[in-house]
C-alpha cells in the first residue's frame, strides 16, 4: 500500500469513515498512479481503512491500469454493463451495511451521488476534499523536480512569445507560434487556454484571444502554463510593444511592486490572508483597488488550480513543501491590463521562485 493511501486511510480511521469513494481523473491518479480522461464513463477509487482497495474504470482500459503499476483489484466493465452492481457486489464482498462514506462533494455529480447512495441508502455522506486537497498540497521531492521542468518550459513559452511579438500579428497568430515550439519540445498538453490578450483585451482578467492585432503602445498579456507527467506550470508575464504612457507604466509598477512584496511575505508559518494582504494593500493605497478582483493566488500540482486558495480571508499556516501562484493584477479598462505571476515553492527559508522569465517592464521595440 502506497504512502498516500495510507495517509488517507488514517484519516478514515480517526473519523469512523468506512470507505471513501473518489472519482476525480486528479485524485484517482494521485492515490493509485492510474492518469485517465474516461469522458462520461465513470473512473472511481474505492478506499477501504484495512481492506484492499478497488479501482474502477472502463473495460477497455484495465491494461493500461495494471501496466501504470496499480496491483491492487481492478473493476473493469463494458459499456453494456451496469458499474453501479459491480461496485456494490465488489464492496460487499469486503464490508456490508457502510454507515459513513467519504465523497468529493465538489466533483461527484447528482446522478452520481444519488446511484451510489442508492447502494448504501444508510450511510452518511461527509466530504473528502479538504483532506484530498491537503494531502496534495504537501509536494514530495518528486513531484517538486516534475514541475520545476513544466516551470522551466512556460518560461521558454513566454520567451517565444514576446520574440514573436510584431506590429499587426493576432493574438491567435503569436498563440499559434508559443504552441508550436512547445510541440516541437515534446509537449502535448498545455494547462489550461494558452491567453495572449493586447491592448484593451489584456484589461480582461480572462480573456479570450482572438483576432485583435498587436500595436504600437499596446501592454501584451501572456498567461500560460505546461503539463509535464499530469503536473502543471502557470506564468503570467505583461510585456510593452513599443513607448507606453504614464499611466500604464504606473500600473505595470504598481503590479510589480505587490507581487514582489507577496514574494517576500511567504514565509513557512505566515497566512494566506497575510501574503494576500501584503500585496492587496500596496494596489489598494495606489488607488486600484477595486480594479485586483480576484485573489493573489492558488495551489498549483496535479491541477493547475488546487488547495489552497491564497485570499485574504484564508487563515491557513503557509508550510514547507507547499507549491502555489502569486499573481497579482490590475485591470484597467481602456486604459491597461496587467499581471505578474510566478510559480513558488516553499522551503524551510521561505519561498524559491521556480518560473524565472524576467519581470521587469520590458519595452519591445
Not at 296 to 309: D, Q
Amino acid at each position: 500500500m502506497n504512502q498516500r493511501l495510507k495517509k488517507l486511510q488514517s484519516w478514515m480511521k480517526e473519523n469512523e469513515i468506512e470507505v471513501s469513494f473518489l472519482t476525480s481523473t486528479e485524485n484517482v491518479f494521485y492515490l493509485s498512479g492510474y492518469y485517465t480522461d474516461p469522458h462520461e464513463r465513470l473512473l472511481a477509487l474505492a478506499v477501504f481503512q484495512e481492506k484492499e482497495p478497488i479501482l474502477v474504470c472502463p473495460g477497455m482500459e484495465v491494461l493500461d491500469a495494471k501496466r501504470s503499476g496499480w496491483d491492487h483489484e481492478i473493476l473493469g466493465y463494458s459499456d453494456i454493463e451496469n458499474p453501479w452492481e459491480l461496485i456494490l457486489t465488489s464492496i460487499n464482498k469486503r464490508m456490508k451495511g457502510i454507515l459513513k462514506a467519504a465523497i468529493e462533494k465538489e466533483h461527484m455529480n447528482v446522478e452520481r451521488y444519488e446511484q451510489f447512495s442508492m447502494l448504501f441508502p444508510k450511510a452518511l455522506f461527509v466530504s473528502a476534499d479538504e483532506k484530498l486537497g491537503k494531502l496534495r498540497m504537501i509536494k514530495d521531492a518528486k513531484e517538486l523536480k516534475i514541475i520545476e521542468e513544466a516551470c522551466a518550459l512556460a518560461d521558454y513559452a513566454v520567451e517565444v512569445g514576446v520574440s514573436e511579438i510584431k506590429e499587426g500579428k493576432t493574438e491567435l497568430e503569436v498563440l499559434n507560434a508559443i504552441e508550436y515550439a512547445l510541440k516541437l519540445k515534446g509537449v502535448t498538453e498545455m494547462s489550461f487556454a494558452t491567453m495572449v490578450l493586447t491592448g484593451a483585451n489584456a484589461a480582461s482578467p480572462h480573456g479570450t484571444p482572438g483576432s485583435t492585432k498587436i500595436q504600437k503602445g499596446d501592454l501584451v498579456l501572456f498567461d500560460l502554463g505546461v503539463v509535464v507527467d499530469r503536473y502543471c506550470s502557470d506564468i503570467t508575464r505583461t510585456v510593452a510593444y513599443g513607448d507606453i504612457n504614464d499611466k500604464q507604466k504606473e500600473i505595470y509598477d504598481t503590479v510589480l511592486k505587490a507581487q514582489l512584496a507577496a514574494i517576500d511575505a511567504s514565509k513557512p508559518g505566515a497566512t494566506a490572508a497575510e501574503v494576500d494582504l501584503s500585496s492587496r494593500r500596496i494596489i489598494t493605497d495606489a488607488g486600484y483597488g477595486d480594479y485586483f478582483p480576484h485573489r493573489l493566488g492558488h495551489g498549483l500540482g496535479i491541477g493547475v488550480h488546487e488547495y489552497p486558495s491564497l485570499t485574504e480571508t484564508n487563515q491557513l499556516i503557509l508550510e514547507e513543501g507547499m507549491v502555489y501562484t502569486i499573481e497579482p493584477g490590475i485591470y484597467v479598462p481602456d486604459v491597461a491590463g496587467v499581471r505578474i505571476e510566478d510559480d513558488l515553492f516553499m522551503t524551510s527559508d521561505g519561498a524559491k521562485i521556480l518560473t524565472k522569465f524576467p519581470k521587469t517592464l520590458q519595452i519591445i521595440k
